[in-house]
């Protein structure tokens, strides 16, 4: 019988399984394994010159991490995924294995710090270039393509600022140019934001944050279309970066609430942000569902809900942004987010200290600001916490 029914990505993150063994378990198994037997000569050869699919060996691939990068793929709009040991493993093998010396590659200036190490630190010593481009500004993105630009990197919400970037205006000049697109997606998930859908060709996650969702384990995917993911598998098979079978569990089974998980993440968000809006201490909130952040009208189009990102100018500068996350009792302080518990940060003290206030204010991070990560604690207990050390901290 003809197929008449695609399953929803949100069944496939729970019914997608590695196939049962001879136990017949209903919840799939870790398979520990470094490698996996070979029935008969003939199969270890096969299999070696890829006639044959099947697992070989982990650092290739595993039941595990093969059922949690193809529930991302689901998720993600994308044909394949390869799991990898860190976020920052994934970004670096997404641009490793298909850059090469004389390449150039443009990049949204708001990214990660360790992004921002990969292209400033490492790749110039193997003749790859790279640079920002301020995404606000239209003509000079569309500017700064040149002959030799391979690939586009970026970040939207960008980390603490949450500036929103158009992410169908790229995928489109990307398109007509030939350059791939390469969207760090950590900060929505697919649950919230699917950057294929506006054009990207290749998708990163850090799933340390909202994928586990609850602070346990390092790992990170990858998500591409099949032409592209090939030549990314051969450089990982090769390199290394691939995931513990037991991380690419967690993440599995995580994946099972993740469409739950970031509905109250954004929820408790949009709670906070409205209502610490006009509080006496705080001089902005930054949210990009709230109706008076410059990237509103954008983050509807492209986003099913705000986030669990809120970002607050806390008035008093480095100081009360200092007194303010000592003051606090319950929200944890901690250099994580996409917790189940409630994080805050001071991105001016601490993961932004290395820059010069010029290049954190280019980046839009002023010296007040503190950067909540918001939990799936009752909204109201996050609030109280939050008031009382704003009380506390004056
Ligand atoms: C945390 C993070 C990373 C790095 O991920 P790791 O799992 O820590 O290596 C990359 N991009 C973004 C946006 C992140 O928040």
Redesign the pocket.
Known sequence: MAKTHQEHPETLAIREQAPHSAEREHSVPIFMTSSFVFESAEQARAMFADEVHGNIYTRFSNPNNDEFSRKMAALENLPEGFACA????A?FTSMAALLKSGDHVLCARSV?G??HQILTQIFPRWGIEFSYVDIADQLHWEKSFKPNTKMFFL?TPS?PALDIIDLAAIGKICKSKGVLLNV?N??CTPALQKPADFGADIVVH????YIDGQGRA???VILAQSDIMKEIRFFARHTGPALSPFNAWLFSKSLETLDLRMERHSENALKLATALQNHADIERVIYPFLPDHPGYVLAKKQMKSGGGIVSLIVKGGVDRGRKFLDSLTMLSHTAN?GDTRTIATHPASTTHSKLSDAERAAVGILPGMVRISVGLENADDILYHIGAALEKSR
Do not use: H, V
């Not at 860190?86 to 493993?89: E, Q």
């Open positions: 860190s976020g920052m493993s970004i990660f360790s992004t970040e980390n760090d950590c900060f850090s799933a340390t944050k390092l790992g990170g987010l």
